[in-house]
């Protein structure tokens, strides 16, 4: 299996666009959709990106996904940075029957 | 709406077995579109995938925990369990159950549990 990497932690102001990477060590990052999730401390994760573009209903198109084959890397971009949007921040992918978590990036909206 | 809910004892000894049930309600777990997943996270850590489940009893394991590890089904109660044999301090951590939404090129989880807290100790 691949493994998935994240920064550890990000920060950026509010109203601003902030960028998480996620990046696929092995195989194409294009071969198995990449989802993301966002957890609020204390509470459990909920999906804000899923099948690398796509957005749940109710996540706000502040949200976006996407992936890049030049960085084998697959991101998630908030724009228009609300405070409500400090949280830990996780993508995933699936392969031959196992689930791949990044480590979780930590986004502090100061 | 889909609602998952985690069920079982918080405090667990040593060397013993931890279950938890996961209780589905707003949408029937005996579906051929969905799996259904345990997922747990130590304190301050990231997500760790435990094992899951279809719906016609088919599981698959995290390779890490496969020989400690049975997930199970009951359609009729609408609801899937955990049991980890064996456990140590390793295994405190937060349970979470979830809905998998499963595709030709991937899977999902588009609904968790809101997770229960297990400590193993003395």
Not at chain 1, 78 to 106: P, R, V
Not at chain 2, 19 to 42: E, K
Request: aromatic share 12%.
């Amino acid at each position: 299996n691949f493994l998935l990497t994240q920064p550890h932690s990000v920060s950026e102001s509010p109203g601003k666009t902030v960028t998480i990477s996620c990046t696929r060590n092995s195989g194409s990052i294009a071969s198995n959709y990449v989802q993301w999730y966002q957890q609020r401390p204390g509470s459990s994760p909920t999906t804000v990106i899923y099948e690398d573009n796509l957005r749940p209903s109710g996540v706000p198109d502040r949200f976006s996904g996407s992936i890049d084959s030049s960085s084998n890397s697959a991101s998630l971009t908030i724009s228009g940075l609300k405070t409500e949007d400090e949280a830990d921040y996780y993508c995933q992918s699936f392969h031959i029957n196992n689930f791949i978590f990044g480590g979780g990036t930590k986004l502090t909206v100061l | 709406q889909v609602q998952l809910q985690e069920s079982g004892p918080g405090l667990v000894k040593p060397s013993q077995t931890l279950s938890l049930t996961c209780n589905v309600s707003g949408g029937s777990i005996n579906t051929d579109v969905y799996f259904w997943i345990w997922i747990r996270q130590h304190p301050g850590k990231g997500l760790e995938w435990i094992g899951y489940i279809y719906y016609g009893g088919s599981t698959y394991y995290n390779p890490s925990l496969r020989s400690r590890l049975t997930v199970s089904i009951d359609t009729s109660k609408n609801q899937f369990s955990l049991n980890l044999s064996s456990v140590t301090a390793a295994d405190t951590a937060v349970y979470y159950c979830a809905r998998v939404r499963v595709s030709d090129y991937g899977a999902y989880l588009d609904y968790w549990g809101q997770g229960t807290l297990v400590t193993v100790s003395s």
